[in-house]
């Protein structure tokens, strides 16, 4: 596959995202928060889902503020509980957010059947995941910085500027 073809659909929203962002908040209040709030998916022993309406989030590894991706809302995260808790999402411009606990989420997937199109989005998700995977796997690290280095070439200036080649640590 074509090295721009995979950061084009690294960049492309799911075609569900909106209308699965819409269903599951329908009865939330979103806050704004402001460029540098972090996020995390576990909170007083529950999983949550974050949603974003607006903005620009980082997705880190927690131990150690790795860089894992960059995401444009409409973005719903935490549907898969497994790993959250080593995850951060740090707002990278102001945002307009949502959290809600994932068994609350579940339960709204349920009452709503919504399954389809939650099925149809995580596929979408999955294969982004995947595409990540083999760039995080590159066989060699001047590869590796080659795919990092044209990602965030991909990203607009006002993001770009805010990235350092070694991780702050605040």
């Known amino acids: 596959m074509p090295l721009d073809s995979s950061f084009n659909q690294l960049k492309q929203p799911s075609p569900y995202a909106i209308a699965l962002l819409n269903a599951l908040t329908s009865e939330q209040d979103f806050k704004r928060y402001p460029r ?4 995390v998916f576990v909170q007083g022993g529950e999983h949550q889902c974050l949603f974003f309406r607006t903005g620009v989030v980082s997705i880190e590894n927690i131990e150690n503020s790795l860089l894992l991706g960059i995401a444009s809302a409409p973005v719903s995260l935490g549907f898969t509980s497994a790993l ?22 579940m339960e709204t997937i349920e009452r709503k059947h919504l399954w389809e199109i939650m099925a ?5 998700v999955t294969n982004k995941l995947f595409i990540q995977n083999e760039m995080a796997t590159a066989p060699t690290a001047y590869d590796l910085l080659c795919y990092q280095l044209q990602a965030l070439s991909q990203e607009p200036e006002s993001i770009r500027s805010q990235m350092a080649a070694l991780p702050v640590y605040s």
């Open 84 to 105: 959250s808790d080593k995850l951060l999402i740090r707002a990278l411009e102001e945002c307009e957010a949502a959290t809600i606990p994932l068994d609350d989420v």
């Open 36 to 39: 540098g709030s972090r996020f």
């Open 120 to 124: 149809k989005h995580m596929i979408i």
